[in-house]
Nanobody, 124 residues
Framework: QVQLVESGGGLVQAGGSLRVSCAAS????????MGWFRQAPAKEREFVAA????????YYADSVKDRFTISRDNAKNTVYLQMNSLNSEDTAVYYC?????????????????WGQGTQVTVSS
């Protein structure tokens, strides 16, 4: 049974930083590209960042580029999202997702597994 479990969300002041993590189990982690998505109230789930199986290739949404960093530790079956210079528009539930394959993608419909999400709230 595949499980993706996010952690590390919380309340942070605008301008602050937060790192969320996603621990994977029940799959061969190194064979999956990983992504982070987020969903704010009354909005669709949107792409945030993704990285390749080795972690050598990354891709970011324009709204988070230069502020967020996605990384992974294949020995720990974990993917991270370091978030800096947070603002109120970053408030959302953050989800990690796994996709078996080589190509990273921003299309949420192409991911195979999803976590339950972790809430990130940025206060102004």
């Amino acid at each position: 049974q595949v499980q993706l479990v996010e952690s590390g969300g919380g309340l942070v002041q605008a301008g602050g930083s937060l790192r969320v993590s996603c621990a994977a189990s029940g799959l061969t982690f190194s064979k999956y590209t990983m992504g982070w998505f987020r969903q704010a109230p009354a909005k669709e789930r949107e792409f945030v960042a993704a990285l390749s199986r080795s972690g050598g290739t990354t891709y970011y949404a324009d709204s988070v580029k230069d502020r967020f960093t996605i990384s992974r530790d294949n020995a720990k079956n974990t993917v991270y999202l370091q978030m800096n210079s947070l603002n109120s528009e970053d408030t959302a539930v953050y989800y990690c997702a796994a996709r078996q394959g080589v190509t990273i993608t921003t299309d949420r419909g192409l991911y195979d597994y999803w976590g339950q999400g972790t809430q990130v709230t940025v206060s102004s």
